[in-house]
């Protein structure tokens, strides 16, 4: 069965930098694109932006280019998240999530999603 | 970047009930219109991929309808485990978004 599992919690002071991971298993890691969506609390979800696992390729939500970089190993079927220059808006739970929607030539849609990760930015 | 909106912010319903939520784009998405619900502390789960395609395992009272730029996601029959946030997305072109969210609350 699919699987994406996510690193643990995160605290980070501003200014910091955090790296998230999310394991894919249950599927053939490089036909599918992964993308990363955060939720602030309370707030509603956000795209961040997306990683093709077989060519590297990425496109980023223009908000956060430049502070946000995604890359996958194909070795161990994880996608990383890395995001710089924290500040208390960037306090979110993330989520990796699988994108069939290119996959069936149906747009951009997520049919399966991690975890989780808290991310929390505090001084 | 193609903005979305949803109404109601939130609503209030009781079990059996017919709910309603609509989300509108402020351009055309090509049909590439999705719906999540999410549960409290929970990831959003696929409900509906491409306007009209009910994603397996999900129960037929949720249905959709529209086109373009308006879309309609109806619960027929309000469950117990349908209480819960409903987002829609617009999957035609990035940057992707999202709508606001839909709480369907208790009456």
């Known amino acids: 069965q699919v699987q994406l599992v996510q690193s643990g919690a995160e605290v980070k002071k501003p200014g910091a930098s955090v790296r998230i991971s999310c394991k894919a298993s249950?599927?053939?890691?490089?036909?599918?694109?992964m993308h990363w969506v955060r939720q602030a609390p309370g707030q509603g979800l956000e795209w961040i932006g997306m990683i093709n696992p077989s060519g590297g390729s990425t496109n980023y939500a223009r908000k956060l280019q430049g502070r946000v970089s995604m890359t996958g190993d194909t070795s161990t079927t994880t996608v990383y998240m890395d995001l710089s220059s924290l500040t208390f808006e960037d306090t979110a739970v993330y989520y990796c999530?699988?994108?069939?929607?290119?996959?069936?030539?149906?747009?951009?849609?997520?049919?399966?999603w991690g975890q989780g990760t808290l991310v929390s930015v505090s001084s | 970047d193609i903005q979305m909106t949803q109404s109601p912010s939130s609503l209030s319903a009781s079990v059996g009930d017919r709910v309603t939520i609509t989300c509108r784009a402020s351009q055309t998405t090509s049909d590439y219109l999705n719906w999540y619900q999410q549960r409290p502390g929970k990831a959003p789960k696929l409900l509906i991929y491409?306007?009209?395609g009910l994603q397996s395992g999900v129960p037929s009272r949720f249905s959709v309808s529209g086109s373009g730029t308006d879309f309609t996601l109806t619960i027929s029959s309000l469950q117990p485990e349908d209480f819960a946030t409903y987002y829609c997305q617009q999957g035609s072109t990035t940057p992707l978004t999202f709508g606001q969210g839909t709480k369907v609350e208790a009456k």
């Open positions: 249950g599927y053939t890691f490089t036909s599918y694109n």
């Open positions: 491409a306007a009209s």
């Open positions: 999530a699988r994108d069939r929607g290119t996959m069936l030539r149906l747009g951009y849609y997520f049919d399966y």
